[in-house]
């Protein structure tokens, strides 16, 4: 199984960027995915995860109503939309794949891309 992110990049406070991890080897559309980042100096958090069959999705506070998840089963991947981003966003994002709960375990895990966003 691997999972391979995409999307980050280097933008000002207020832009967008949208995030991409696709998965091979398996399918994740019943055990979840989810989007995690550690920022410099500070410990990886949980952002937004996404499961089940009808789509459950779950958000962290902080980037609730900023980042919306959503995931495309044919091509097994799984987007994080993020709008509105603010510097403190700024971290490696990695995706997760193969947990039954929102924050893990999780069993596989993708390279991280860097999003930065600056003030």
């Known amino acids: 199984v691997q999972l391979q992110a995409s999307g980050g990049g280097l933008v000002q406070a207020g832009d967008s960027l949208r995030l991409s991890c696709a998965a091979s080897?398996?399918?994740?559309?019943?055990?979840?995915m989810a989007w995690f980042r550690q920022a410099p100096g500070k410990e990886q958090e949980f952002v937004a995860g996404?499961?089940?069959?009808?789509?459950?999705?779950s958000y962290a506070d902080s980037v609730r109503d900023r980042f919306t998840i959503s995931r495309d089963i044919d091509k097994n991947t799984v987007y994080l939309q993020m709008n509105s981003l603010k510097p403190e966003d700024t971290a490696v994002y990695y995706c997760?794949?193969?947990?039954?709960?929102?924050?893990?375990?999780?069993?596989?895990w993708g390279q991280g891309t860097l999003v930065t966003v600056s003030s």
């Open positions: 997760a794949a193969g947990s039954s709960t929102w924050r893990g375990p999780y069993d596989y």
């Open positions: 080897g398996r399918t994740f559309t019943y055990s979840g």
């Open positions: 996404i499961r089940g069959r009808v789509a459950l999705t």
